[in-house]
Every structure is written in C-alpha cells, then in structure tokens.
C-alpha cells in the first residue's frame, strides 16, 4: 500500500484547530509547506464519543466541526494537492467520511477492539491504518486477521500512548517485530517531540510517519505537547530522506567509491 523507500507523513492536525476552521484551513496550509503527504484531522459527535461527566467533553465539543466543515476541508485539500482523511468516532462519521471518498481510514489505539465501528469502516473496504497504544499483542493479531479475511489493506501504526513520549521509551524494537510477524505496512505513531524516534523508525522499516501537528508557535492548542510545527516537520523530512541516503542500496563487490582501493587487493592464492 505504501512506498518502502519513500515513507508516507501524516501531519496529525487531529483537533489543534480548536474548533476554528479558519484555523483548520492553516493548518492544511502549513502542511502542505512541511511536505507530508497527507494531514488527518478527528472526525466525530462528542455525545457519542464521551460521557457528558467525562474530563474532556468541553474540550471535544468545543473543537467538533460539523459534518459541512469537513466537506470545506476536503475540498481545500484536493486544491492543494495534500491527501485528506480522518479518524472516526462514530458509525454516522464513519458514513460521512466515506461520502467524501477520503482513500483511508485511521482508527485510534482505542478503538482497536472497537469491532461495532471497524465493521462500519471495514464496509467501506477502505484501506485502514490503525494505531496499537496500549493494544496486547492478541488484539492486534485478532484485527489484522479480521482485516486479512475480508481482503483489507491495513497499515499498522506502533505508538506508545504517552503524551509526550521521551525518546528512550519509545520500543521501537517493536517495529522489527511486527515487521517480522505481518505481513502488511508497518508504521509510527509518534507522540514524542523528537525527530530522532521517526528517523530510527524509518530505518527499521516503517513506512508510514504520523506526528502530530500544530501550527507556528501555537503553544495553546489541545495537542501542543505532543505537536511539531511545519518547520520541524520539514527538518524531520529531511532527516529521514538523508538516512534513506546513509542506508543506501544493497550491493556487494568492487563499489565505484572503493575503485581506488582496488591496488590493495591481494592476489588470489591457486
């Protein structure tokens, strides 16, 4: 599904628009300038989502869009040439989204046993990422056998549900296992800071990069913690296109760097 050599950014605006579309709409902007690939945002009803004593029901009903908002992003993001998708929430979202065509689905770590919303997104027999927070190795294997049967593209995202992550708790040797073990795309869900944790990754194999994603010194967004602006989103780009460089090709032999080291060799003994 994914480009091995060439991995695919998500910037994860997620709700760091506040509830602002005009903010959205910079966001997508500011995306675009970093070079990711794609920007996902959340796309849900938050009745559906919390309970109303929940500590974070303000916080999610004040950055709810409603379903036209997303239509607006949509259509701003094919003018712009940056790939548009979104996590859903809920079953209604679920159909919104799929109305929009969006090419992919995102399923949080949450919801990776949520099987009443992933039958609704199965149905779209659209390509599904999934992040695995949190998620026992049993879980995981129940979905990507779920997702194998009904012939579903799936990517799946390690992450570690700490916000913000540090950089040595980051088991990226998880990576090399799933890697090991599935036979689909392997990605990275990062909630570090740093751009070292996707670098490392990339070179042991994921093809899919999500960080999540705030605006120029936006310091008061929901997600601001775990956010990179479009400045370290580039340098990270950057980061992991000269690593794809330092990793280089396979090849044995006489290489057309080591030619002048060829007065060395020693002669082959009969």
Known sequence: MFNKNNPFFIA????????????????VDAAKRAGANAIKFQTYKTEKRVKKDSPIFDILKK??????????????????????????????????????????FKVASFDIENYELLDAIIKTKKPIIYSTGMAKLKSIKKLYQILNKKRINQCILHCISSYPNKEETSYLNNINFLSQNFKCDIGLSDHSTSIKVPTYAYLMGATVIEKHFKLLNDKKCVDAPVSIDEITFKNMIKEIAHARKIKGIINFGIKKEEKNAKIFLRKKII
């Open 63 to 104: 950055c709810e869009f409603e379903f036209k908002d997303f239509k607006i992003i949509n259509d701003y993001c094919k003018k712009k040439r940056i790939v548009f998708f979104s996590t859903p929430f809920d079953i209604e979202s679920v159909e919104f989204l799929n109305s929009l065509y969006v090419p992919l």
């Open 12 to 27: 994860e605006a997620g709700i760091n628009h506040g509830g602002s579309l005009k903010k959205a709409l910079k966001l």
